[in-house]
């Protein structure tokens, strides 16, 4: 997915700016039902005005709207099994939707759509020294799930034992 800033100097095309929406709220919801939800609510409140920074604007204070509103309705429910697929990019999302709605809102406006501190604070409306902290807080959190310390890890068995 492209970073805000190229899609910028590239123009916009409402296609464009759909996909960036719906990435973003997929990162941020984890279903396609609840960003569905969101873009149904972020397309209302457009009325017909499909910049991108308003529309991102408006993902993003519906998005805190929403989670802050009803506490513990938006966050992911504890998985008992595994997902299907493998890939590094399961184990990011399914680690992101762990962290709380907005530490999760500013790491995927900062590490995915690649805004600065600044821009995240006027988008989401939460004050710069607040995105920082909330950065620094989601990505430990990322980093204790994604890349545990060494005296974390059980190492791997050379010669497993024969039963």
Not at 144 to 150: C, I, M, S, V, Y
Request: net charge positive.
């Amino acid at each position: 997915m492209p970073k805000l800033g190229e899609m910028s100097k590239q123009g916009n095309s409402s296609e464009q700016i759909v996909n960036l929406l719906y990435n973003t709220g997929y990162r941020l919801t984890g279903s396609h039902n609840k960003t569905q939800e969101l873009l149904t609510a972020v397309f209302n409140a457009l009325n017909g005005n499909i910049s991108i920074n308003i529309a991102l604007k408006n993902l993003c204070l519906i998005y805190r709207n929403k989670t802050t509103s009803s506490p513990g309705k938006n966050l992911p429910k504890a998985k008992s099994s595994p997902p299907a697929k493998d890939n590094s990019t399961d184990k990011i999302q399914e680690a992101l939707l762990t962290l709380s709605p907005i530490e999760r809102l500013v790491l995927v406006l900062r590490e995915v759509l690649g805004l600065n501190y600044t821009e995240i604070a006027e988008l989401t409306g939460i004050e710069k020294i607040a995105v920082t902290r909330l950065l620094n807080a989601g990505r430990w959190e990322l980093r204790k799930q994604l890349a545990p310390l060494p005296s974390q890890r059980r190492p791997p068995e050379k010669y497993p034992i024969a039963k």
